[in-house]
């Protein structure tokens, strides 16, 4: 019989890697959005474990002069997807990780409450790898059946003039259909670009 894909909001197909930063999501809130994101510690640098520390708060902080600017940040995501395309997963799907900070998506503010976050390795406004697209366009699909997932929008969309990434790197016509979704759940269907 098949592994089940799908544990408690764990996707067996990502290596976890439990952060704290995250809580439970207000009861009765359909998970309906997915947030793509891009990170690199220190930024432009691509390998290594310094995203994965941070999201589980052992980030050196003297170990690079760019990590002294963000000494004592708590975030998370639900995902990070590396330039190899390695999953990673930190919080369960069912859960409230700490991604988007102050946001709004349609007439709903705090959209940590009913989003997954997905982060991309990559800079803000870079381009990023063919395996992080192929990785995604697996992960979408197997979190729409899981989820009810009607919207995707970039960090940029929920947080305009905040935040800016994943930026135009993106290809998120390309990303559509890879992933087999709906091009009416994408941004430039959605009119958020």
């Given at each position: 019989m098949p592994e089940p894909s799908w544990r408690r909001g764990?996707?067996?197909?990502?290596?976890?890697?439990?952060?704290?930063?995250?809580?439970?999501?207000?009861?009765?809130?359909?998970?309906?959005?997915?947030v793509l994101h891009s990170i690199s510690l220190p930024p432009g640098q691509f390998g290594g474990q310094a995203v994965q520390q941070l999201f589980t708060n052992q980030l050196d902080w003297n170990a690079h002069p760019y990590f002294k600017k963000i000494e004592g940040l708590q975030v998370s995501a639900h995902f990070f997807i590396q330039r190899g395309g390695e999953l990673w997963q930190f919080v369960s799907c069912d859960d409230r990780a700490w991604h988007a900070g102050r946001s709004q998506f349609g007439a709903r503010d705090n959209c940590n409450d009913f989003s997954i976050g997905i982060e991309l390795e990559g800079l803000e406004g870079g381009l990023f790898?063919?395996?992080?697209?192929?990785?995604?366009?697996?992960?979408?699909?197997?979190?729409?059946?899981?989820y009810p997932v009607r919207h995707i929008a970039g960090h940029e969309h929920i947080a305009p003039g905040r935040k800016a990434d994943p930026g135009p790197g993106l290809d998120w016509p390309l990303l559509q259909r890879c992933s087999g979704l709906a091009a009416h759940c994408f941004p430039a269907s959605i009119g958020n670009t």
């Amino acid at each position: 019989m098949p592994e089940p894909s799908w544990r408690r909001g764990w996707y067996t197909f990502a290596h976890p890697c439990a952060s704290p930063n995250c809580g439970p999501r207000p009861p009765h809130t359909p998970v309906d959005l997915l947030v793509l994101h891009s990170i690199s510690l220190p930024p432009g640098q691509f390998g290594g474990q310094a995203v994965q520390q941070l999201f589980t708060n052992q980030l050196d902080w003297n170990a690079h002069p760019y990590f002294k600017k963000i000494e004592g940040l708590q975030v998370s995501a639900h995902f990070f997807i590396q330039r190899g395309g390695e999953l990673w997963q930190f919080v369960s799907c069912d859960d409230r990780a700490w991604h988007a900070g102050r946001s709004q998506f349609g007439a709903r503010d705090n959209c940590n409450d009913f989003s997954i976050g997905i982060e991309l390795e990559g800079l803000e406004g870079g381009l990023f790898e063919p395996a992080q697209y192929e990785t995604l366009a697996a992960l979408l699909p197997a979190l729409a059946l899981q989820y009810p997932v009607r919207h995707i929008a970039g960090h940029e969309h929920i947080a305009p003039g905040r935040k800016a990434d994943p930026g135009p790197g993106l290809d998120w016509p390309l990303l559509q259909r890879c992933s087999g979704l709906a091009a009416h759940c994408f941004p430039a269907s959605i009119g958020n670009t």
